[in-house]
């Protein structure tokens, strides 16, 4: 299995006469680093200048790798870049012109005064905003900032590295125009009030880390008060992938689910929504666990929803912690915190577990030392197999919703995305490491808009017929 890496860029200077290169790789691996690429930057008789680019998979191994360089003679490192930083050197996207303006003939067309007729006629009749803005094919990914991956709350201007990559992905690949806001503000009333007046602009809405229980009130205002659909992705596009995996995952251990006891950990926004989902797609045992241990109904609850949720899981009214009702478990999905799941508690699961530790971005056991003990292991991350992510699914799903121009996402929309991603790997092809197709294959975006359309034709929330 893979492991994470992080990558820099290490600037030396050689001197010719005492610097020698197999010095160099041997202290590089030595210490735990892949040399990936050598760059000249600079050439003369004496000395040499070379960018290193290096891989590890600890951040302990730079400090090791540039102490014992420092050690060699004829070396001077001049500089030491952050690959990761490098990336984000001045923000990850920026707005193209569709029309080069060459002249002010062209100018007077895009812009003051023939734009003005435009204008007049979208005011004349605002469903031309589709026509003649960038409306349709834009999407705002606004966040609070509150449940920024596993961070919990940061700055809003700290969420915006997660929100500019959610945009970056959008257009990768569904070529949606999406746009990365993060509001200074966490009193859902304003969020509602103010997303409400970015309606004209976009669209559609995708809501992003935005803590619950605060996501679940804002979402439901929002998806009332707006024609325009609006997607809480932790909830719904985790919840999607989520049960794709899962109902790949069981073919492979021949069980079906409604006879699977499904331990969901994290009930917030992702494990709300994956519960639902499940429910939905025929799990009849499912049990909540929180950091107090089991939901159950002979609790009452004060945060919003439990009660509801305990009311319609855990049927036998298991109680105690997650190391004790997780016993005869077919299924584990945690959306929680890093490192809760122990290989004890998967030895106590029933035969051929499945293991979704989805917390990010560190699962709730390391996949590595879960596989010894379970059927199939998915995580939330890049570097291993099986990655259950909710980037699968907000490309397709929004590319699908705009568009037919949906005026909502609904949740027969929502299941019929889950069976697009699970059914773009065939049973020829299912493994234990491939419950999930790639997202880079180029069959996933198409199959969930086909479903979406679909769906939302069928359900008439539809405005449009698309091509
Ligand atoms: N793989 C994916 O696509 C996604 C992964 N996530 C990850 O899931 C986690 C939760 O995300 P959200 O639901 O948005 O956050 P959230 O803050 O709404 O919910 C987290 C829940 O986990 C509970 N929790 C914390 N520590 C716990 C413990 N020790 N035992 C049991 N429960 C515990 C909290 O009380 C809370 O109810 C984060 O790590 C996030 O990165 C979230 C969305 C998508
Ligand atoms: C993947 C994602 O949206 C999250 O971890 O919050
Ligand atoms: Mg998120």
């Not at 049960?243 to 709300?272: E, Q, R, Y």
């Not at 419950?435 to 294959?441: A, C, E, G």
């Amino acid at each position: 299995m893979s492991k994470s890496s992080i990558s820099f860029i290490l600037r030396l200077k050689l001197d010719k006469k005492t610097a020698s290169f197999g010095q160099i790789a041997t202290v590089i691996s030595s210490a735990g680093g892949d040399l990936v690429a050598i760059d000249v930057i600079k050439e003369n008789r004496n000395s040499t200048i070379r960018d290193l680019s290096i891989n590890i998979h600890q951040e302990e191994v730079q400090n090791r790798i540039t102490a014992e360089l420092r050690k060699l003679t004829g070396i001077t490192i001049q500089q030491t870049t952050d690959r990761t930083f490098l990336a984000h050197s001045g923000g990850k996207i920026h707005i193209m012109p569709k029309i080069k303006i060459d002249s002010r003939d062209d100018m007077s067309r895009v812009y003051t005064p023939e734009v003005a007729r435009v204008c007049e006629a979208i005011d004349e009749n605002v469903e031309l905003a589709h026509d003649y803005t960038i409306k349709k094919n834009a999407v705002a990914v606004i966040s609070d900032g509150t449940a920024v991956l596993g961070l919990g709350k940061i700055k809003p201007e700290a969420a915006m590295p997660v929100m500019e990559g959610k945009a970056m992905l959008f257009k990768q690949f569904a070529d949606i125009d999406a746009y990365p806001i993060c509001l200074d503000t966490q009193d859902p009333e304003e969020i509602i009030t103010i997303v409400k007046a970015l309606q004209p602009t976009f669209g559609g809405i995708n809501l992003e880390d935005i803590a619950s229980p605060n996501c679940f009130s804002i979402e439901e205002r929002l998806n009332k008060e707006l024609v325009i659909p609006v997607f809480h992705d932790d909830q719904h596009g985790t919840a999607i992938v989520a049960l794709a995996g899962l109902l790949n995952a069981l073919k492979l251990v021949s069980k079906p689910i409604k006879d699977c006891k499904i331990i969901v950990c994290g009930i917030g926004a992702a494990g709300m929504a994956i519960t639902n989902m499940l429910l939905k797609a025929g799990a009849k045992t499912i049990i909540g666990v929180d950091v107090e241990g089991a939901l159950h109904c002979n609790q009452n609850y004060d945060r919003p929803g439990w009660n509801e949720f305990a009311q319609k899981t855990n049927p036998k009214q298991e109680k105690g912690k997650l190391c004790e009702v997780i016993k005869n478990a077919d299924v584990f999905i945690g959306v929680s915190a890093p490192g809760l799941l122990t290989k004890a508690d998967i030895k106590k699961m029933a035969k051929d577990p499945i293991i979704f530790a989805l917390a990010n971005p560190n699962p709730e056991i390391k996949p590595e030392e879960a596989k010894p003990y379970a059927a199939v292991i998915a995580t939330g991350r890049s570097d291993y197999p099986n990655q259950v992510n909710n980037v699968l699914c907000f490309p397709g799903i929004f590319r699908g919703a705009l568009d037919c121009r949906a005026t909502e996402i609904n949740d027969e929309m929502k299941l019929a995305a889950a069976k697009a991603i699970a059914s773009t790997i065939g049973e020829e092809e299912l493994d234990a490491e491939y419950i999930i197709p790639s997202v880079f294959n180029k069959e996933v975006v198409p199959s969930i808009r086909q479903a979406v359309i679909d769906a939302a034709v069928n359900t008439g929330v539809s405005q449009i017929e698309p091509e």
